[in-house]
């Protein structure tokens, strides 16, 4: 399966650029070493592509600083086309693969996304967390 994650990592710590919507593309090991509080719900949104190049394409304009919600209407196949938002969701709601990188992420906001890559067999998700509770 191709479901490892590329890294570009971007880090906004001490950069005069902190939150001028560069995308942050965060690796599972990443994701695990900030410690976030366990959590029983989380407000997520992501983009679903079948075809690995369309991933590829979405990615590319989220790592030149697009608006998740923007790249999600225009690039994601599925149903959740308000920006890819799928809303709160529960554990045990969502596909194994998709939910255990999704608790990993910390939260963000469609201006600066962190996010994290994962294939399903939906095809390949970009996902990104909005809250936590």
Not at 42 to 69: M, P, Q, S, W, Y
Not at 103 to 124: D, I, Q
């Amino acid at each position: 399966m191709a479901g490892k994650s590329k890294t570009d990592n971007k880090s906004g710590s001490g950069s005069k650029n902190k939150g001028k919507g560069k995308a942050e593309d965060v690796s599972k090991d990443d994701a695990n070493n900030k410690k976030l509080k366990g959590a029983t719900s989380i407000n997520v949104r992501h983009i679903l592509c079948e075809k690995h190049a369309k991933k590829e394409e979405a990615l590319t304009k989220l790592r030149e600083g697009a608006k998740f919600d923007d790249v999600a209407k225009e690039f994601s196949e599925d149903k959740a086309r308000q920006g890819g938002s799928l809303g709160w969701k529960i554990r045990g709601s969502l596909d194994a693969a998709f939910e255990k990188a999704a608790y990993e992420l910390e939260p963000s906001t469609t201006a600066n996304p962190k996010f994290v890559e994962v294939r399903t067999g939906f095809g390949y998700h970009i996902i990104m967390v909005e809250g936590r509770k």
